[in-house]
């Protein structure tokens, strides 16, 4: 992992807080993203019986009732959790280090 630096001409104590609490609030905000799209992925998979990997894997829109527009509303939704699981995995993994930030 490579180290990221942030540098400011400001008041350094008034920053790192500033910077964690953007953070947690993205965090905050993704979580919820994560939750609604894992509750639309739900849907899909008691209607079909899989799990939504074993879609992304196994099956067409030759596969599903709604055929194209149901798959690719499926795999998008896949794609987004997966999206922001990556993000969110990303920003929990931060530490911070005061002498690092300025």
Not at 47 to 55: L, Q
Not at 84 to 94: A, F, M, T
């Amino acid at each position: 992992m490579s180290p990221v630096r942030i540098s400011s001409t400001q008041n350094e104590e008034e920053i790192l807080p500033l910077i964690q609490t953007a953070i947690e609030n993205e965090i905050r905000r993704l979580e919820i993203s994560l939750k609604l799209a894992r509750q639309r992925l739900a849907k899909f998979e008691r209607k079909y019986g899989v799990a939504s990997d074993y879609f992304i894997k196994h099956m067409a829109a030759e596969d599903l009732t709604g055929g194209d527009d149901e798959f690719v509303q499926w795999a998008g939704e896949y794609e987004l959790a997966k999206r922001l699981e990556r993000k969110i995995h990303y920003l929990k993994n931060l530490t911070y280090n005061d002498s690092d930030l300025l």
